[in-house]
């Protein structure tokens, strides 16, 4: 099986593959000398093969795209060499539509798209630290129970919902308040606890979830609330995905959290003042980024 990204996400749960018994293939486009994961304290070598040539590639019967969502068509090549009608394609990545943004790239193979609740953060090339979670959410079906035989014996919980659409909209919220938040102040996740910050989260969170709604997911006011709550309760030196992004001068992946609201709400005839007025913020921040040293 394969795994396309060594970022935090690809390298966990290339690792939790590996440690479930499983030759892994990690697909990277930037060589790394190894793969090494931090987790509870206990850091360990994951033995993987890491190839950075597609054309060399066959098709494999488990691909996991691991790329950040801004980055999908980077793994086009890898797609094309390592699936085919025999393959299923998880997608490990954040937003909504994450298998519409895959499917073009890998005819004929099964897409599924999953929801990542995992806690990772690439420390450096090859080096992640798992900080909490890992859990798996995806669609009803019978790839479900083979994903979660995949992962049996490593702690990865998968869980199959019959209603994906709510699922993916609750985990934009968990993203969409906080990551833009992190990234722009630069302050790690106990910022939400400060009551200005926590008040303009709150309403972020209500804009997403009218938005949500608009579209078809089952979403409440309490799912806002729940997951604000839930953050605050975080270790405050606990980071997000952009935040790590940012301090590390990567591209953000604004367009495909915060962009997803709007957009949606464009569609829908639905207001998103504020998360607009955060996603003009988090283009202009893009524009230029460097490395925080």
């Known amino acids: 099986m394969a795994v396309i990204g060594a970022g935090a996400i690809g390298g966990f749960f290339a690792a939790k593959l590996q440690e479930a018994g499983h030759e892994v293939t990690v697909c990277v486009h930037t060589p790394i000398e190894s793969l090494v994961l931090e987790q509870a304290g206990v850091r360990r070598e994951v033995p993987v093969q890491i190839v950075t040539d597609p054309k060399i590639q066959e098709p494999v019967e488990w691909v996991f795209v691991a790329t950040k969502a801004q980055d999908t068509a980077g793994a086009e090549p890898w797609l094309r060499a390592m699936s085919n009608s025999g393959t299923t394609v998880v997608v490990l990545q954040n937003g909504i539509e994450q298998a519409e943004r895959v499917k073009p790239f890998a005819p004929g193979s099964l897409v599924v798209p999953a929801v990542v609740y995992c806690g990772a953060e ?33 702690g990865v919980e998968v869980v199959q919902t019959p209603d994906f659409l709510t699922t993916s909209w609750r985990k934009l919220l968990a993203n969409v308040a906080a990551n833009p938040i992190t990234a722009l102040t630069m302050r790690r996740i106990g910022v939400l606890r400060e009551p200005a910050v926590n008040e303009l989260a709150q309403k972020l969170l209500a804009e997403a979830v009218a938005v949500g709604q608009s579209a078809g997911a089952k979403l409440t006011p309490e799912d806002a609330r729940s997951v604000l709550d839930a953050q605050c309760r975080l270790d405050e030196g606990a980071g997000t995905s952009m935040l790590y992004d940012r301090l590390a001068g990567q591209p953000l992946e604004h367009e495909y959290i915060t962009g997803a609201v709007v957009r949606t709400a464009d569609r829908q005839g639905v207001g998103a003042p504020l998360n607009r007025a955060i996603l003009a913020l988090l283009r202009a921040l893009s524009t230029g980024l460097k490395p925080t040293t």
Request: glycine content about 12%; hydrophobic content about 40%; aromatic content about 4%.
């Open 122 to 154: 690439r420390v450096s090339p090859g080096i992640i630290v798992h900080h909490q979670s890992s859990r798996l959410i995806i669609p009803e079906g019978e790839a479900g129970a083979k994903l979660a035989d995949l992962f049996s014996g490593t």
